[in-house]
């Protein structure tokens, strides 16, 4: 990974002057070269062989953990008596919440006219479904008996039995289903442009005839354009409640339950806000290796890294005081089994996770006050990974730590993963980084239409200098015709 | 092909290359597969008459085959009228332990027997049992029971001899001794009460006058029989009246739990604990390891159990002074030292006895010494208990050596090479003699060695002959109770393997014209019995013999100097039978192997229990480190369990593991304890112990060490109270609802309207004040509901399947002397407002019209979220496909990693099967269960209330498989809704209070507060200071 030096320095704030979101002098056409490079180039940087190799490795572990999952049983993995959810709920949360930081850049800072997000918008949000992937996996193979898992849905049956609308499991087949179903539409229509570039610079039929298929006959008209324009702005908002109610939704099933650390009402903003935590965390780590093997630094530039930084500084720390107030209502409360599971917590048998949480989650970010922490691609690196881990482990201590010593002290027992549980997540990341491999390699990474709009010369006065706003109105704005 | 060219004499017809050949392997071969038959197979001129013989072998082995009892052979051409198809009937019988029998009532299911309850017409039961009693069912049809004749003779071992092969022998060989009147013939048996094997043996005698026969038991009370003999000059034996005391003492006796009469004397003892008008007993212990019964103590103190000796003369001092017993006896002369018990302890303990003569009884466990049990009866003398809270009768075959002596002698004989022939019935002396009389070796000096038994077990390899036992269950018997009430056994079954029985085996030995057992039983019946046949199956359909209780007989004391016993030692080690494998044979047993013990939750293992402050001070610090422990020459590793309140420098060891020939289950489970019992050391020996290094992972099913935290053993001692609520006698005679005042909550509101249950509503009511903690409950739900073992590894991470546990907890410092102990069983409690209900996404889980909140396994998909949401998590998750069969590989060592492809899920074998009842579902893997109230129980009675037209459901109809075992009588089922049942009194009652109600659940479960009585010491004595 390059150093500082090599980086061309966009993150300064002057007044009454814009720093430049696009760097490296691109115009349109040196700005599509770019961004079609990965998926036209025959052969890929080693880095993604490499990457790629391990990857699918990791899936066909998936896929073997699976099928001996299914073959014996439940009992493979390290679930017990008191402790019924493991790593798969654990996994199942944990991938939900790094979705989010996806549909957050696309829906919410499209509405909210954040013009940089449109360089990491387009891979946060194949992120987004990647990562709902992974996560659906979780809930259809935890269960007992697997070959029935269907009946979660409601599906007319010869019982006539209806799942129970009362219980947060089957709020979360509905919330997760939904989420993802607009995210994949959202990230779909968003690359219907980009989609007819890759067509229009297909040098086979093949190529031509598939990004044909998927471009849906796009032409770039003023009339396409317009119904475009107006679909992304609709999805933007079904998209953007989704942030807030699928993890909230998610948090249901622990909330909505009577353990001791489950049922608290800070669990709805207390999990958004980790799962976009978790989820900007994520952007981080897939966007700086990926800008340095496809050679996108001077799209996905240091200020949109700096950018995020400052979002997971924010919600790191929103995160942190949800966990102190968890401890004072748990104190305040009065209550003795909601007390103590704090305090075991803290120092019972499962410190260590605990602890482990709270240096990543909580302190490792609070190094984004330094400016120069937030610009060194390998702090911010370090950071980022501790983040990945500690919101694993905050799942990780709030499902195992509360139901292994809830009420009766004669049930407590102690949870320990089996290696078919190690396997399964880390089988469940190589599942994740194919899909997300084969996605730079063939999809387009960068939204083009998107960052094209942000640079000067999509105004109509480019010849002013760039401390002129950029700033972006699809309603007086005519996209020129930029390829032919 | 040379070789089938004739050019030398072959046979003219062949049935293979081999014997064409006609080499010496196939002739070897030949003799082996059919050593009768050799002969007539190398004739090839009688091909023919081969033919014939096998036909009719086959034949006959077809009808040996067939299991209808040869007299009824023509079948019904009516239906008998108390055979309806699917209806389950029950029949009367008895379980038999060290001579003792109780009553038991069998469930038979179109032949097979499937439930064991106990028998209400039978004194000693009243229609409970005990966990051994209850987990007989699946010793019946554990497949590691030996099936055939074995003959081992110099190596050669053939397995397959039929009975009457057996049969010709026993003729041949035993003709043969009577000529010579048997002299050189012993027979070793174990303790029956059983008649019919009395006068066999008085034929035996006759018919070999010169034979000697010896009776051997592991567990033995002969240390008191014979302190009655000191103390009576004729062994008695002593009957509690529990009910009729207000104080008990145990001198380390635990009478509720391995006392041949425990069951009856749990519930006496159990109707006192409850208070009546302000008054329950009290219950003073005094014991070296924690026993379950001197878990339940109002004053526990812990004391070395050599100690006792020297106790229980301050005791006796202390008592004459406040007696006034004007001449000190002989035997409380000697021994003036004083015991390490706080003197002002037994100052008030003699004071309460004092001011409680005739309603009051001393209890001495079969551990100690006889002088300790005759001082015993001096006292229960002095404190008029006799007549009033203690009777005696006579103590049957009183002329009898103890055991030890017994085998003592017997190894004696057959070491001076004095025995040719030894016929072992029943028992296995190579596991369980004495270790220092090395029974193996001297066994090998003995030429003919027959043993009858249940398994081909460790003595059973090391004889010449091994034959099969029948299980008590499919064999014809009689045996007698504590209290000499005789019992009729009927067979619920034929014998599966074609066993038989000691006294069927003996008949055959003296060549009685009878060797059949129903014939030999019906014989001595008649003989004992006055009467017609009416009166015969009027005993066989109660399962007692009226009027046969041994007359009570009155004690008029001796006096005794008392031998001078002396353990010395630094340690103790106390010898104990195990809870659940007893002395062993009940090693095979995985109901029993996976119940988990009473007082330390273990499974699948034994341990020596030491206290925690001696422990430390061995520098150990956690439990399953690994001591030495060296009795004599010999030395034993065993891991450590830390007990609270267990008695400083004292180990209990139970016994009955590290079997090497149990069967699939009970093999290498364990650790050799019986290996340091030595004639001079069987109950109590003394020790020098020693850090072994090395550690054995116990498994419990509670206490995890791992889980273990400062944090969590606050917060615990912090809530149990609120719990397993408890107060004293004192609290509650001021204060009678304190149970309910132990959590207060704000009203519990519902956000919907609750289903009102205006039919039946079902609930139940434990009295964690009657309750013992023995864990039959389990065990009866277990074998009730087709509840699966999991074995060790299973237990280690969690998994185990009980429906309905014993919480067991601690009170008080662990290192200190006196904790105390709460036993509390949790099964589902079927919350009106079931968090588990709402949880589940399939709606697995729902209520019935009744209240009760079953499972639809069908429906389940195994999400486990109504687990997790269950406060009392008594849901229990089918992890893998558990209705295995003992082949499982995680079933039977500790180590095994469940993973990978390590899961062999085998399926049951048919016998297997047959234990299993056809009236609960056998649950599949990825299920969730739970204790279901027994509903089968449930519809049983109200689908015959409703094709009868009952107006209601009497109470007590319906009684689910816990509250029925239950020797206590602790839980109580019914009907909330009948204003007059049980269940709704006990609901109503001061004492009753509904754990963690504050979570507005709504359980229809209550609990009863526990009682204590302790005394109030300062008020007795002069000393001031209290002691508890």
């Not at chain 1, 049930?411 to 880390?426: E, K, M, R």
């Not at chain 2, 103390?231 to 008990?248: N, Q």
Request: a negative charge.
């Amino acid at each position: 990974m390059a150093s500082v030096p090599n980086e061309i320095d966009n993150t300064w704030n002057r007044p009454g002057e814009r720093a430049p979101l696009i760097t490296g002098g691109h115009d349109f056409t040196s700005l599509t070269d770019v961004a079609c490079g990965p998926a036209e180039t025959y052969r890929p940087p080693r880095a993604w062989y490499i990457a790629f190799t391990i990857s699918v490795v990791l899936l066909a572990i998936l896929g073997a953990s699976i099928g001996y999952l299914i073959i014996n049983g439940v009992g493979v993995w390290g679930v017990n008596n008191p402790t019924g959810w493991g790593f798969a709920i654990i996994n199942f949360v944990f991938w939900v919440g790094i979705g989010h930081a996806g549909t957050l850049i696309s829906a919410i800072l499209f509405l909210f006219r954040q013009k940089w997000r449109t360089s990491i918008n387009r891979f946060a949000e194949a992120m987004t479904i990647f990562a709902v992937m992974c996560a659906g996996i979780f809930p259809g193979i935890h269960v007992g008996r697997i070959w029935v898992t269907y009946w979660m849905g409601p599906l007319p049956n010869q019982m006539a039995m209806w799942p129970n609308f009362r219980s947060p499991l089957l709020w979360d087949v509905f919330a997760v289903g939904t989420y993802a179903t607009v995210s994949l539409l959202f990230w779909y229509v968003g690359m219907i442009p980009d989609l007819a570039t890759f067509r229009d610079r297909s040098k086979n039929k093949i190529r031509r005839f598939i990004y044909g298929l998927f471009a849906m006959g796009w032409t770039g008209s003023s009339r396409h354009w317009h119904r475009f324009e107006r679909a992304y702005l609709i999805l933007a908002a079904l998209a953007t409640p989704l942030v807030l109610s699928v993890h909230s939704v998610v948090s249901f099933d622990f909330a909505v339950s009577q353990l001791p650390g489950w049922h608290t009402t800070i669990f709805p903003p207390y999990f958004v806000a980790g799962a976009i935590f978790g989820g900007f965390a994520m952007v981080v780590t897939l966007a700086l290796p990926a800008r340095e093997m496809f050679g996108l630094k001077n799209i996905i530039t240091l200020r949109h890294l700096e950018n995020c930084c400052k979002i997971i500084l924010l919600t790191g720390t929103i995160v942190g005081y949800a966990y102190l107030m968890e401890f004072f209502i748990s104190w305040y409360g009065g209550n003795q089994y909601e007390s103590f599971i704090f305090r075991a917590r803290a120092l019972g048998p499962y410190a260590w996770a605990y602890w482990t949480m709270i240096t990543c989650n909580v302190l490792a970010p609070q190094l984004f006050w330094f400016k120069w922490c937030r610009t060194n691609l390998w702090v911010m690196f370090i950071v980022v990974m501790m983040v990945n881990v500690g919101m694993w482990f905050e799942r990780f201590v709030i499902v195992v730590t509360s139901l292994s010593q809830d009420f009766l002290p004669s049930s407590w027992h102690y949870y320990v993963p089996t290696a078919i549980d190690w396997l399964t997540l880390a089988g469940s990341f190589g599942l994740f980084f194919t899909m997300f491999l084969l996605f730079c390699r063939f999809l387009p990474m960068v939204a083009m239409a998107e960052v094209k709009t942000v640079m000067p010369h999509a105004d109509a006065h480019a010849h002013v200098p760039a401390s002129r706003s950029f700033d972006y109105n699809p309603d007086d704005f005519e996209p020129e015709q930029e390829q032919k | 092909m040379p070789s089938l060219t004739r050019d030398k004499p072959g046979p003219a017809y062949w049935r293979s290359l081999d014997e064409h050949a006609n080499t010496p392997e196939f002739q070897e071969f030949l003799q082996a597969e059919f050593p009768t038959l050799a002969g007539e197979l190398q004739r090839p001129s009688s091909r023919r008459r081969f033919l014939k013989l096998m036909g009719a072998s086959l034949g006959l082995a077809g009808l040996t085959a067939c299991r209808w009892p040869k007299e009824h052979i023509v079948p019904a051409t009516r239906q008998p009228y108390d055979r309806i198809p699917g209806v389950p009937s029950h029949y009367a019988t008895a379980f038999e332990l060290n001579g003792v029998a109780t009553g038991l009532l069998v469930t038979s299911y179109e032949g097979r027997p499937i439930k064991i309850e106990g028998n209400d017409l039978h004194p000693f039961s009243r229609g409970r049992t005990n966990s051994w009693m209850q987990a007989a069912i699946l010793e019946l049809y554990d497949p590691n029971r030996s099936q055939r004749v074995v003959q081992r003779e110099d190596q050669a071992i053939t397995p397959h001899r039929r009975w009457d092969e057996f049969d010709a022998f026993v003729s041949q060989h035993f003709d043969e001794l009577r000529t010579s009147r048997g002299s050189r013939l012993c027979v070793l048996h174990e303790n029956t009460s059983s008649p019919s094997f009395a006068r066999m043996k008085a034929k035996f005698r006759a018919a070999f006058p010169e034979a000697e026969l010896y009776e051997y038991e592991p567990i033995s009370r002969d240390s008191e029989i014979e302190g009655a003999r000191l103390a009576f000059g004729t062994p008695l034996r002593s009957h509690l009246h529990l009910d009729k005391a207000d104080v008990i003492v145990s001198l380390d006796s635990d009478f509720l739990m391995t006392h041949p009469a425990a069951v009856k004397y749990a519930g006496d003892f159990a109707a006192r604990r409850r208070p009546v008008d302000g008054k329950m007993s009290r219950f003073y212990t005094f014991e070296g390891g924690m026993s379950l019964t001197g878990s339940l103590a109002d004053h526990r103190t812990a004391v070395r159990p050599s100690e006792i000796g020297v106790l229980v003369r301050q005791l006796a001092r202390q008592l004459a002074d406040e007696l006034h017993v004007s001449d000190t006896p002989q035997w409380l002369a000697p021994a003036k030292s004083e015991s390490s018990v706080d003197h002002k302890v037994i100052e008030s303990l003699a004071h309460d006895l004092a001011a409680h003569r005739g309603r009051c009884a001393i209890v001495v466990g079969p551990n100690q010494p006889p002088e300790v049990h005759a001082i015993a009866q001096h006292l229960n003398a002095w404190l008029d208990a006799p007549g009033n809270t203690v009777s005696y009768t006579a103590e049957p075959d009183a002329e009898r050596e103890s055991h030890v002596a017994n085998i003592t002698r017997l190894v004696e004989r057959m070491r001076a090479g004095n025995v040719d022939t030894l016929v072992m019935l029943g028992g296995n002396a190579v596991y369980d003699a004495p270790a220092d009389l090395e029974f193996a070796g001297a066994l090998e000096q003995v030429p003919t060695r027959i043993h009858l038994s249940l398994y081909d077990n460790e003595t059973s390899q090391l004889c010449s002959w091994h034959a099969p036992r029948a299980h008590f269950l499919e064999a014809w018997g009689d045996a007698r109770a504590w209290d000499g009430t005789l019992s009729i056994c009927q067979p619920l079954i034929e014998p599966l393997y074609n066993g038989r029985t000691p006294t069927e085996l003996l008949a055959l030995i003296t060549g009685d014209s009878t060797t059949d057992g129903h014939k030999i039983t019906q014989a001595t019946f008649n003989e004992l019995v006055n009467g017609d046949e009416t009166v015969w199956k009027q005993s066989l359909a109660d399962g007692i013999v009226k009027d046969t209780a041994w007359a009570t007989e009155s004690a008029t004391l001796a006096g005794f100097s008392p031998p001078t016993s002396d353990t010395s030692g630094e340690w103790d080690v106390v010898f104990t039978p195990d809870y659940s494998a007893f002395d062993g044979r009940f090693a095979n047993n995985a109901w029993l192997q996976e119940l988990p013990d009473p007082i330390t939750k273990l499974t699948w293992d034994n341990a020596a229990l030491i206290s925690p402050a001696d422990a430390a001070e061995l520098g150990i610090d956690r439990n399953g480190q690994q001591i030495e422990i060296t009795v004599g020459q010999r030395t034993l590793n065993v891991p450590v369990y830390m007990l609270p309140g267990h008695a400083r420098k004292t180990i209990t060891l139970p016994m009955g593991y590290a079997r090497t020939t149990a069967g699939a289950v009970g093999d290498g489970v364990g650790f050799a304890t019986h290996s340091l019992r030595t004639v001079d050391g069987m109950s109590i020996a003394g020790a020098s112990v020693k850090l072994a290094g090395g550690f054995h992972e116990l498994i419990g099913t509670q206490d995890h060490h791992a889980i273990k935290s400062e944090v969590g053993d606050a917060a615990m001692q912090g809530r149990i109270d609120d719990l397993a609520r408890e107060g004293t006698l004192d609290e509650f005679k001021h204060h009678p609802n304190f149970a309910k005042h132990r959590v207060h909550h704000p009203p519990l509101e519902s956000l919907w309207k609750e289903k009102d249950y205006d039919g039946h509503k079902w609930g139940m009511a434990i009295d964690l004040n009657a309750c013992i903690g023995c864990g039959v409950c389990s065990l009866a739900c277990q074998a009730e509901n087709n509840i699966p073992v999991v074995g060790k590894d299973e237990v280690a991470v969690g998994r185990e399947m009980h429906w309905i546990r014993i919480d067991r907890y601690f009170k008080g410092e662990p290192t200190a002397p006196n904790v105390e102990v709460v036993h509390q069983p949790v099964a589902c409690v079927h919350c009106e407002n079931a968090p588990c209900e709402q949880v589940c996404p399939v709606a697995a889980t729902v209520h019935d019209e009744d209240g009760l909140n079953v499972m639809v396994y069908n429906r389940c998909i195994g999400t486990r979220y109504c687990a997790n949401n269950c406060p009392y998590k008594v849901r229990r998750f089918n992890w893998f496909y558990n209705h295995h069969g003992p082949a499982h590989p995680r079933s039977k060592k500790h180590g095994t990693s469940p993973f990978p492809g390590k899961l062999a899920q085998a399926e049951l074998t048919d016998v297997e099967k047959l234990a299993n009842s056809p009236f609960v579902t056998v649950r599949s893997r990825g299920v969730m269960e739970k204790c279901t109230y027994c509903v089968q129980r449930i519809n049983a009675v109200k689908i015959k209330a409703k094709n009868e037209r009952w107006e209601s459901i009497p109470d007590g109809m319906i009684t689910p498989a816990c509250a029925q075992a239950c020797p206590a009588s602790a839980i109580t089922f019914g009907d909330l809704n009948d204003p007059n049942s049980a269940v709704r009194r006990l609901h109503e009652d001061d004492r009753a209070y509904a754990m963690l109600a504050e979570l507005n659940v709504k359980p229809r479960t209550a609990y009863l507060a526990k009682l204590r009585n302790p005394a109030n010491r300062d008020s007795h004595t002069d000393h001031g200071n209290e002691h508890t």
